[in-house]
């Protein structure tokens, strides 16, 4: 079983930054595939950003490109999203998820199989 923790949650003003971490507790983490997604108040989970596990491909929605970045460090078991230029629309939980499975099929919710327990991004106007 694949335990994954996020952190770095917390609440921001419009055009702030953020940096959010996911920790896994498999030492073979960096053979997996890792997703975000974030989900509002009354709508469905949606898929945000992934990074193969190798580190050598990213892919984002539309929303978030230019101000998304994923990137990952496996030595330290450890995936980041770092998010610049915030707006009140990306308030919502955020979570990540990883399988082994490839980035082409990240956008899906039922691709993967381990998920964290999520973390709040407010963003205030």
């Known amino acids: 079983q694949v335990q994954l923790v996020e952190s770095g949650g917390g609440l921001v003003q419009t055009g702030g930054s953020l940096r959010l971490s996911c920790a896994a507790s498999e030492r073979t983490f960096s053979s997996y595939a890792v997703g975000w997604f974030r989900q509002a108040p009354g709508k469905a989970r949606e898929f945000v950003g992934a990074?193969?596990?190798?580190?050598?491909?990213?892919r984002y929605i539309d929303s978030v490109k230019g101000r998304f970045t994923v990137s990952r460090d496996n030595a330290k078991n450890t995936v980041s999203l770092q998010m610049n230029s915030l707006k009140p629309e990306d308030t919502a939980v955020y979570y990540c998820?990883?399988?082994?499975?490839?980035?082409?099929?990240?956008?899906?919710?039922?691709?993967?199989?381990?998920w964290g327990q999520g973390t709040q991004v407010t963003v205030s106007s």
């Open positions: 990074i193969t596990w190798s580190g050598s491909s990213t």
């Open positions: 998820a990883a399988d082994r499975i490839p980035i082409g099929i990240a956008n899906s919710v039922s691709s993967f199989k381990y």
